[in-house]
């Protein structure tokens, strides 16, 4: 492979391998993303549509399996480092930009949680690259396709989180207080960034506009708005955020370049785009801030920083174009792409190490041998699914893939739900399966879920767990199968 971007794409492809060949079960974001993928809406809670879209898409193709849910996020992956490298192009050597694109893989939000377990994070930042590139490619030659790509990925991102609004917000602010970027950015076809992005959201927007509450809620919640603590903790959330994000790829470069890491005067490859990056990482690190003292967050997470800041790389190889030449230069390209493979080899290790623990996780179910049991058991494969759980939900369809699944968990109203599906099921002269687990099976539920019906015929199954050490206890999955034509109910107790 001559080309240095092949490494990053046989990376990207060995990870698919492996998530393949680990586990048929499903983590958090993929069991999300299994269950929304049923169908093609123009929203989903708190998240814009465009993954889902984009797995219902892989899906037709694929199934519904951890196949097409790997596919998927490594195909986004591998365009990301893509893109970045695209925008590296603009402004160094290959070498340089490969650099800008592969350091992304040192940052823990990107090289580690992206593969452990993200989905819409992966295509945000994604299009974050995109925009960089554009930007870099409208300064040097303003072009009206250009323009037009830029209003494309716009679209794009927004549709991917909404955090988007702040990085192309930031982005636009920083190259407009340049000179060459403002003359290029405002001449002939900037219109068509608006057009092509707004008909792009325009869709999703309408549906948006009745549905804030539901979209918002979710995320406010995540950040923990406490307006009265909000100095203290939301300021330390930020550093060690901060820090979390960018101390490993600092500590290979300096490990690897020494003195020639801050030695002044800097001698950069374009001083227009320097001055872009240095003004943007300025105002996002102002944004940032602004959100602890006028909003009161208190609580950050990598991948909300990872699209707002992932150009970092970049922009200091762009400051420092003489480290493509440094004598150790090519020590920095090994050192990624050994740290890249632990990744690959820590994704692989994953339900082992978990196993050996005894603590077993989501993928050490034994996800084939219950679609089996549950089959032997009088289960017909197509009936409705009622799970306890969005994760035990989400597995039970990559089994069943004809069955509608829905999972009807604790924060909802879990009579309600249950017996809204159910009854579903019934008008539609289909029988049903209420199944839960021990592990994820909040207090109460089976109480909630009965409610209004007599006592239900419970089943139990226990299977063993994958990959962990001898004397770990087993699986434990209850259900009740009821099928089509029978009675609704049964006397007979747990």
Not at 100 to 111: I, T, W
Not at 232 to 238: C, I, M, T
Not at 301 to 312: A, E
Request: glycine fraction near 8%; include cysteine; aromatic fraction near 10%.
């Amino acid at each position: 492979m001559a080309h240095p971007l092949a490494w990053l794409l046989a990376i990207a492809l060995a990870h698919v391998v492996v998530r393949v060949a680990v586990s048929p079960a499903l983590k958090w974001d993929e069991a999300e993303q299994m269950l929304w993928s049923q169908e093609l809406a123009l929203g989903y809670g708190a998240q814009p549509p465009l993954y889902t879209w984009l797995q219902w898409l892989t899906n037709q193709v694929f199934g519904p399996s951890v196949l097409a849910l790997s596919l998927l996020k490594h195909m986004l992956l591998a365009l990301t480092y893509t893109l970045m490298w695209l925008a590296g192009r603009e402004l160094l050597g290959p070498r340089g930009a490969w650099w800008a694109s592969a350091s992304m893989l040192l940052f823990p939000a990107l090289g580690w949680d992206s593969v452990r377990d993200q989905t819409h994070s992966i295509l945000v930042t994604a299009m974050a690259c995109g925009a960089w590139w554009l930007l870099l490619r409208i300064v040097k030659r303003p072009r009206p396709v250009d323009f037009a790509l830029l209003g494309l990925v716009c679209g794009v991102g927004l549709l991917a989180k909404y955090s988007f609004a702040l990085v192309i917000g930031v982005m636009l602010v920083a190259a407009l207080s340049v000179p060459q970027a403002r003359g290029a950015l405002l001449a002939r076809g900037w219109w068509w960034v608006l057009i092509v992005g707004g008909l792009v959201v325009l869709p999703h927007a309408v549906w948006l506009a009745s549905h804030l509450q539901e979209a918002t809620a979710g995320t406010l919640a995540k950040m923990e708005i406490q307006p009265e603590r909000a100095l203290g903790k939301g300021l330390l959330a930020l550093l060690g955020n901060l820090t979390g994000m960018l101390a490993l790829w600092v500590l290979v470069a300096l490990a690897v370049f020494r003195s020639a890491w801050w030695r002044w005067p800097l001698a950069p490859a374009a001083p227009w785009a320097q001055q872009i990056f240095v003004r943007y990482v300025l105002l996002a690190l102002l944004a940032l801030l602004g959100m602890v003292l006028a909003a009161g967050v208190t609580h950050f997470k990598g991948r909300w920083v990872l699209p707002l800041l992932c150009m970092v790389p970049l922009a200091v190889f762009t400051a420092r174009p003489e480290l493509q030449h440094h004598p150790r230069a090519g020590r920095y390209s090994a050192a990624v792409v050994c740290i890249a493979l632990l990744f690959l080899l820590a994704a692989g290790l994953r339900p082992w190490i978990t196993g050996l623990r005894g603590h077993p996780d989501e993928l050490n179910h034994p996800v084939v041998e219950l679609g089996h049991a549950l089959r032997q058991a009088g289960y017909d494969g197509v009936s409705p699914i009622i799970a306890a759980d969005h994760m035990l939900a989400g597995a039970l369809l990559t089994r069943f893939p004809r069955a509608p699944v829905n999972a009807c968990m604790s924060g909802k109203d879990v009579a309600t739900c249950v017996a809204s599906h159910l009854a579903r099921a019934r008008t539609a002269g289909q029988g049903w399966l209420l199944i839960s687990r021990e592990d994820r099976l909040e207090p109460g539920w089976w109480a909630s879920a009965s409610t209004g019906r007599p006592a239900l015929a419970m089943q139990s199954i226990r299977l063993p767990f994958h990959k962990v050490r001898p004397g770990v206890p087993p699986a434990h999955y209850q259900f009740v199968w009821q099928p089509a034509g029978t009675a609704g109910a049964s006397t007979r107790e747990p």
